[in-house]
């Protein structure tokens, strides 16, 4: 099974792009799910029917379903609050502050990965296809499982036969399949859609770099809303589209340039009629894909850790994309090295014969971060 999370910035057309690419999945007889996320209930929209907490229906191969947070919050909260609430109180803090523990922020975005594992795993799918939300609530749910299992990690509960080690095992396992799923390259991969516009570009570039910090894999762009060549037409409406053109021609090559760019880049042309329904969704497909399939993309198989022996200690290469602006920052938290990009921070397990090195500096080139490392003795 295939997974494909597509997401952008609010407003750049993600939920049409992914109804258009499960769309042209089923249309070839492959059984495929589409599942919204987005709170704002658009996918419904663009396949001009309604779509509800369960798979239905849309037209043949494909299915649908739009995640109901309010549900999933009345509901599967309860039991995942009640595991969080023993393996607390297990730790000895007492029932209060174990209930205001529980009140986690974030839970939304838990809950929303969460049931797309469980609609993924329920039914005969070849192939997922998630119209998840904006890009800021889509790293917070990406980047999610990542902390909440660095966290799990330091907890001793479950080392010791207690109802709360019973608890953390389960709450622990569980983060731990949705972490697998996001970062499995064979199986999940990001698409990335904006239009080109350079604050959009300018976003995309901290998503791209947030992203490489969780280890999840982007295997394509696509630039939504290219306005049409205005050919031999002359006049004022001629000039106008063509200068428009011009400008969104060098946004993308500057995009380019930045050697940012992972996988493949596709185009889709603005239309002027909103594409609503299985044939607009279809039309927009072929020319997004033509006769490739939607499937096929370029992950980024370089591994996000690399060393290399110096004079002087150790290389550590961090493979991730950095813009010439960006706000790296390095910090050494016990056997981790903190990394924080423009905001975006991850904690990195040192390898296990570098923990007794000093961080004495780095660098970034086109290739992403290069520490630099000594040994102490």
């Not at 969080?84 to 007492?94: N, T």
């Not at 106008?240 to 880049?265: I, S």
Request: with cysteine.
């Amino acid at each position: 099974m295939r997974i494909l999370l597509f997401t952008g910035k609010g407003g750049v057309g993600k939920t049409t792009l992914a109804a258009a690419t499960a769309a042209w999945l089923a249309r070839r007889g492959r059984k495929t799910l589409m599942v919204s996320t987005d709170p704002a209930h658009s996918l419904s929209d663009a396949v001009g029917q309604p779509l509800h907490d369960e798979p239905s229906e849309v037209d043949g191969f494909l299915y649908g379903a739009q995640v109901d947070m309010r549900g999933l919050t009345d509901s599967a909260w309860g039991t995942l609050r009640e595991q969080l609430r023993d393996m607390l109180s297990g730790l000895g803090l007492d029932q209060l502050d174990a209930e205001e523990l529980t009140v986690l922020p974030g839970v939304d975005e838990l809950l929303s990965l969460s049931e797309v594992q469980r609609l993924a795993d329920s039914g005969p799918w070849e192939n997922v296809v998630v119209d998840c939300g904006p890009t800021a609530e889509t790293l917070r749910l990406l980047a999610l499982p990542e902390a909440v299992a660095g966290y799990l990690r330091r907890l001793p509960a479950w080392r010791s036969a207690t109802v709360a080690a019973r608890s953390a095992d389960r709450f622990a396992a569980h983060i731990e399949s949705l972490r697998e799923m996001l970062t499995d390259q064979e199986t999940t991969t990001v698409r990335l859609v904006l239009t080109p516009e350079r604050v959009v570009v300018a976003e995309t570039r901290r998503t791209l770099t947030s992203l490489a910090l969780r280890g999840i894999t982007v295997d394509g762009v696509v630039v939504n809303r290219m306005m049409p060549s205005a050919g031999l037409w002359r006049g004022a409406a001629a000039s106008w589209l063509r200068t428009r053109r011009a400008q969104q021609e060098q946004v993308l090559a500057e995009l380019r340039d930045g050697g940012l760019l992972p996988g493949t880049l596709r185009t889709v042309e603005h239309r002027a009629v909103e594409p609503v329904g299985m044939e607009a969704l279809l039309e927009i497909a072929d020319e997004l894909y033509g006769q490739t399939s939607p499937l096929v993309g370029e992950p980024n198989t370089v591994p996000l850790l690399e060393t290399a022996e110096t004079e002087a200690g150790v290389q550590l290469r961090i493979a991730i994309p950095l813009a010439k602006d960006s706000d790296v920052r390095l910090a050494r938290i016990d056997d981790d090295l903190a990394i924080t990009v423009d905001g975006f921070r991850r904690l990195v397990a040192l390898p296990e014969p570098l923990r007794g090195y000093t961080l004495t500096g780095a660098e970034s080139d086109a290739r992403g971060l290069l520490v630099h490392l000594e040994n102490p003795s």
